[in-house]
């Protein structure tokens, strides 16, 4: 027996919070009737209804994309922008984004199936490393960087404590600077927002390095698929992260 929400997360049809939101909705039924308790056990002899849709098993699938800019990272949009599901015409499995990235923001997302482990990588306890290389408006000093190592105050919290590295620095034109940033967070438009704390605006984005995967021998817009040696470090790193400590 195993929760509603997981066995949905579980059978790909969306993130655990998301498939929690399709059961309070109303949107699901066990055995022919609507459930909109979150904790509803079931077994793989009940039958399973989303939308009216019969749930089938679904083989999991693990794809490392490197997201162009201009790409939002969901899988519909209510204004018709082309979307990061739009990538991988060629898989028949529903892939969902890990956690995302901005519209204009590009580099690595892991697009899955399995909501299980994607609610875990995405889990605020589960410090997972993010890096990111930002260009950013004029050049910061060390003082300043020394701000954003030790956290910011944001709207929603200061931010725990960052590595960041000037990578480059061009003085013409008033000023430019390349610098690579590693977060554990996922706060919405995060960088972003750090920088403009800082008084320098980031121009471009790219996350480089998710854990421990990063972008090698892909151009924006292509993807290949994780290894099993891949996802079962990424398990490994679930496992024995900080959740429930
Ligand atoms: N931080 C941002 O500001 N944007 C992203 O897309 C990811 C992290």
Excluded: C, W
Excluded at 40 to 54: A, C, H, I, P, Y
Excluded at 113 to 141: E, M, Q, W
Excluded at 158 to 167: G, M, Q, S
């Amino acid at each position: 027996m195993e929760r509603l929400q997981k066995m949905l997360a579980h059978a790909g049809v969306a993130s655990r919070r998301k498939s929690e939101q399709l059961i309070l909705d109303g949107k699901v039924k066990v055995n022919g009737k609507v459930v909109k308790e979150l904790g509803t056990k079931v077994s793989s002899t009940d039958t399973v209804e989303v939308d009216g849709v019969k749930l089938e098993k679904e083989q999991k699938v693990y794809h490392l994309l490197y997201k162009p800019r201009g790409i939002i990272s969901a899988v519909t949009d209510d204004k018709g922008r082309k979307t990061v599901a739009d990538l991988f015409p060629h898989i028949q499995e529903r892939l969902f984004p890990v956690g995302r990235l901005d519209y204009e923001t590009s580099g690595l997302l892991i697009m899955t199936n399995d909501g299980d482990l994607s609610f875990t990588l995405t889990h605020p306890k589960f410090k997972i490393d993010k890096t990111y290389v930002a260009r950013v408006k004029g050049i910061p000093g060390k003082e300043q960087l020394r701000i954003l190592e030790r956290g910011v105050d944001l709207e929603d919290g200061k931010t725990a404590p960052a590595r960041v590295k000037l990578l480059s620095a061009d003085p013409k034109q008033g000023g430019k600077a390349i610098i690579e940033i590693t977060i554990h967070e996922g706060k919405n438009r995060q960088v972003r927002r750090m920088f403009d704390a800082i008084g320098f605006p980031v121009q471009k984005l790219k996350r480089e390095r998710f854990a421990f995967l990063g972008l090698h021998g892909l151009n924006a817009g292509e993807s290949r698929e994780l290894t099993s040696h891949e996802v079962k470090l990424l398990r490994v790193m679930a496992d024995t992260g900080k959740i429930g400590s």
